[in-house]
C-alpha cells in the first residue's frame, strides 16, 4: 500500500518522508545542531534522509547515516 493511505503509521522507526512536531526534545538538540532552526515560525520537521539510511543496523542501534536531513515545514505565503 502506498505511504500515502497508510493508517497505522510505524511509530517506533524513522522514515523519509514523515513530518516531525518540534517538541522540547527536537527543540534541544536543533539548539546544540543547528540553531537556525530553532526558531518559533519552524514547528514542523519534514524527513529528508533515505529510509534505507535510517534503519538500524549496529547492536548499539545506530544507522548508517552520520546526520539525519530535515526540511523546515512553515506556512506558505503571509499569515
Known amino acids: 500500500m ?3 493511505y497508510n493508517e497505522g503509521a510505524d511509530k517506533e ?3 523519509q518522508g514523515d ?4 517538541t522540547a526534545r527536537l527543540q534541544e538538540i536543533l539548539e ?3 540553531p537556525h532552526y530553532n526558531c518559533e515560525e519552524y514547528k514542523y520537521f519534514q524527513v529528508l534522509t533515505q529510509s534505507c539510511d535510517l ?3 549496529d547492536q548499539d542501534g545506530s544507522c548508517n547515516s552520520r546526520y539525519i536531513t ?3 515545514v512553515r506556512t506558505f505565503g503571509r499569515p
Do not use: D, G, P, Y
Open 32 to 34: 546544540e545542531v543547528h
Open 70 to 72: 530535515l526540511a523546515a
Open 2 to 4: 502506498h505511504f500515502t
Open 13 to 15: 522507526k524513522l522514515k
Open 55 to 57: 534503519v538500524r543496523r
Open 19 to 22: 513530518v516531525l512536531r518540534k
